[in-house]
């Protein structure tokens, strides 16, 4: 995995962000309802979205380790995981720019888990202090997402459960900047963000790099 991986995914965080301001704008207005009077929002916003990133770099661990796993088993998986995970960038920078919607179906995947997940959330509402935003995070970290599960793929052919970790984080810090300016009303951050020559820009590097991994690893059969 190099640092360029690493970079794709922050910007697959960045611009995949974007794609669900109706829910994040639901979702800060009852953030900020959960944070007492008189507080300030900062440390309860930044304790949240840690406990969130930390759903995504678990995730990416254990499938790093059961992608290495499996290529330690059989050695030809890793050329199909590459191949698979950069269809996958492909599918995703299509889904970025709006050309195609068809990776909202993979979000079904995980509502069985999550119907189960999230009543386990309202337990640490209203919160108390900004520590028990943290567990609130983690578990909507699992909230059904169609970008968080395609990126996950990556991990697959990340080579180890400490690749696949820093992969997923990468991502999640690319989510930042669009939640932090949701939760704090940042109107230039999310005008920018929501841009179709940002969301295209980004798409295209994406297809561009997928590419690359198309080529890299057809060229490394032979």
Known sequence: MTEFSLLSAFMV?????VHCFGMCGGFAG???AAIPKGKSPTPFVFSYNAGRILSYTLAGAVTGALGSIAQSSVKSLLIGF???SACMLIAMAFYLAQWWRGLAKVETLGRGLWQRLQPLSKRFLPFKSPLSALPYGIIWGWLPCGLVYST???SLSAG???QGALLMMAF???TLPALFAVSFSANGILALLRTPRTRTFIAVTLIIYAIFLIYRTVNSIS
């Open 160 to 162: 180890t459960a400490l």
């Open 82 to 84: 590459q191949l698979f």
């Open 172 to 174: 999640g810090l690319g």
């Open 30 to 32: 009852a953030l900020t």
């Open 152 to 154: 996950l793929t990556w």
């Open 13 to 17: 965080g960045i611009a995949g962000s």
